[in-house]
Antibody
Framework: EVQLVETGGDLIKPGGSLRLSCEVS????????MSWVRQAPGRALEWVSV???????SYADSVKGRFTISRDGSKNTVYLQMDSLRAEDTAVYYC??????????WGQGTLVTVSS | DIVMTQSPLSLPVTLGQPASISCTSS???????????LNWFQQRPGQSPRRLIY???NRDSGVPDRFSGSGSGTDFTLKISRVEAEDLGVYYC??????????FGQGTTLEIK
């Protein structure tokens, strides 16, 4: 059975840093593309970042230079390091498997709140 | 980035009646490989998104056959033949053709009359 479990969300002050984790079971992260998607309160879904099986990464313009996606194959886990956080980064963050132009498996999400 | 526009944004429906959601993209979603990577997701209240449809019209395993997807180019539709109470929630279209910059529609809230 496929499971993705995100952790690491918290209340953090503007300018702070946070690292989210997405632990996967049921498939191997190192041989799959993995994406992060976020959803601000009451808002639509927004793609944030992807890491491909070669380790190449891409980011939405809104987070480029502040967020870093990575993975640890030994832990079958994907990470999202978030620096210089802003109020507008407040959202539920989901990880998902990125497969052939789609996002087929999703986690339950973790809430990040950026507020002073 | 490709802009995905859904309509309506709110859809009150009567149980047992059909429902239809439209999604229009700002550019063609036909990929150079010939496929069209248009997806539909359902997000029930308090839950994470769940994929219903991929590549325009392919239903995911476990998705009831009352859900169907159609369309081509820039215009796509999700139809529910007979709405059931468990269908309430928000529906999103998402383009995957112009990877990696996936973009979603604004969401359509399906509510029961």
């Amino acid at each position: 059975e496929v499971q993705l479990v995100e952790t690491g969300g918290d209340l953090i002050k503007p300018g702070g840093s946070l690292r989210l984790s997405c632990e996967v079971s049921g498939f191997t992260v190192s041989t799959n593309y993995m994406s992060w998607v976020r959803q601000a309160p009451g808002r639509a879904l927004e793609w944030v970042s992807v890491i491909d099986y070669g380790g190449s990464t891409s980011y939405a313009d809104s987070v480029k230079g502040r967020f870093t996606i990575s993975r640890d194959g030994s832990k079958n886990t994907v990470y999202l390091q978030m620096d210089s956080l802003r109020a507008e980064d407040t959202a539920v963050y989901y990880c998902a498997r990125d497969h052939w132009g789609s996002l087929d498996f999703w986690g339950q999400g973790t809430l990040v709140t950026v507020s002073s | 980035d490709i802009v995905m526009t859904q309509s309506p944004l709110s859809l009150p429906v009567t149980l047992g009646q059909p429902a239809s959601i439209s999604c229009t993209s700002s550019q063609s979603l036909v990929h150079s490989d010939g496929n069209t990577y248009l997806n539909w997701f359902q997000q029930r209240p308090g839950q994470s998104p769940r994929r219903l449809i991929y590549r325009v019209s392919n239903r995911d395993s476990g998705v009831p056959d009352r859900f169907s997807g159609s369309g081509s180019g820039t215009d796509f539709t999700l139809k529910i033949s007979r709405v059931e109470a468990e269908d309430l929630g928000v529906y999103y279209c998402m383009q995957g053709t112009h990877w990696p910059r996936y973009t979603f529609g604004q969401g359509t809230t399906l509510e029961i009359k």
